[in-house]
């Protein structure tokens, strides 16, 4: 059974935490214009924000699974914040760089800590869970830039003071808590083997949490064509709007925000749905649906076919965010923090290394090619989906 009050708690230091790297996008044309970085300059702080961090993630991971480590969650929103405040009060590029680079790597702190948090406060609902915690970081996304012209529209370059305020509070609140989550998080565990042991279940507990490195190497493999198909997604969506389909700029940016605003809708009914129905069974429905969700998009030629789809493509490419979380967790069940990190974590990687490789592609071959090719790696995506083996079994047949 969910302890709703933590799994809120999660979700909204997730919140905190995400709101920092979604803001950035919206505040790069004021380092431009109010700082007179170059474009280049710029992108090469997005470059900071995710590269690095989703490198050591696993490995923030890796150390949550040796041990209770709640204060990392504190750690990390204070460091997220803190250091993006700090960009509203310097003007030299590389203390920017540098303060936008301890962000991301103060985010690859709070990640894996925190999943493995909800993983621990949502047993027998982990779908639901995870979903949850991840609606916080949609949000954060998804009202991150907004909130980031308001400040500085109104308040200048020092409203960014903000997000330092913020963060301070929201991690002061973290260790107060930090007790009482780890004591909500040991009754959970300890009501799931009690349910476990009055079932009729006769778990193995030294099998039943055997990592199976084989099985995480192919979901592993399906997150990497996922995530490319994603960032690719969000990348050309509104240019492939406005160029291959004459649209406007303001009827081609909307595509992404309707996305994003039915992705939190999504991503509930997608934890609810893997609950009843299985992990595998969402990551395969979503990825097959998506091939011809994006087939219509690319190939269809009308602005009007492109909207039709935008919602049914929003499910097919959120609906299965916690499954490939709590698969992750169930195939490394020795070690939940660094599967989390993994699994978190390679979707910013991926789209830090296809980002360029796609738009290379476009420049060679043009914005609908781009769009084809997203049909190809998607349709590879579902084809691998159906290589997921199911979790091991312990020798009385139990998964």
């Known amino acids: 059974m969910m302890n709703k009050k933590y799994l809120y708690l999660l979700a909204a230091g997730h919140l905190s935490n995400d709101i920092n790297a979604g803001s950035l996008p919206a505040l790069l044309p004021f380092f431009v214009n109010l700082y007179g970085m170059d474009y ?24 949550a699974d040796k041990g209770p480590r709640q204060w990392f969650m504190a750690l990390g929103i204070f460091f997220t914040g803190t250091s993006l405040a700090l960009t509203g009060f310097v ?87 930090s007790p009482h989550l780890r004591r909500a998080i040991e009754e959970s565990t300890k009501r799931a083997e009690k349910l476990a042991s009055t079932d009729g279940s006769r ?26 198909v994603y960032t690719g997604f969000s990348s050309f969506l509104p240019l492939f ?44 429905i979503c990825n097959v649906l998506l091939v011809p969700f994006l087939a219509v998009v690319a190939f269809s030629g009308s602005i009007y076919a492109v909207y039709t789809m935008l919602i049914p493509l929003s499910i097919a490419i959120l609906a299965p965010y916690s499954s490939f979380v709590v698969l992750g967790q169930e195939y490394l069940a020795r070690n939940v923090g660094f599967a989390s990190g993994v699994t978190l974590g390679i979707s910013m990687t991926v789209g830090g290394i296809t980002a360029p490789m796609l738009g290379r592609f476009a420049d060679i071959y043009g914005i609908t090619a781009v769009m084809a090719l997203l ?25």
């Open 40 to 63: 280049t300059a710029a992108a090469g702080l997005m470059f900071a924000s995710s590269f690095l961090s989703s490198i050591i993630q696993p490995l923030f991971g890796w150390l």
């Open 91 to 177: 003007t030299n590029y590389w203390l920017i760089f540098t303060a936008i680079t301890i962000m991301g790597i103060a985010s690859a702190i709070f990640h894996p800590e925190a999943a493995r948090c909800v993983n621990g406060v949502s047993q027998g609902n982990r779908g639901k869970g995870i979903s949850i915690f991840s609606v916080g970081g949609n949000a954060g996304f998804g009202f991150g830039p907004l909130l980031a012209v308001f400040l500085v529209t109104t308040f200048g370059m020092h409203g960014l003071a903000f997000y330092g305020i913020s963060a301070i509070c929201m991690s002061f609140l973290f260790l107060l808590a």
């Open 203 to 228: 778990i193995q507990n030294k099998r039943f949490e055997e990592n199976d490195w084989y099985a995480f190497g192919r979901l592993f493999a399906v997150i990497l064509f996922r995530a490319a």
């Open 241 to 284: 709007c406005i160029r291959a389909l004459g649209t406007s700029e303001a009827t081609g940016s909307l595509t992404l925000s309707i996305v994003s605003i039915a992705g939190v809708a999504a991503t509930l009914v997608g934890g609810w749905f893997a609950d009843h129905y299985g992990y595998r069974k969402t990551l395969r």
């Open 375 to 399: 049909v190809l790696l998607s349709a590879i995506c579902a084809g691998a989906t159906f290589l997921l083996p199911s979790k091991k079994m312990d020798i009385n047949g139990v998964k």
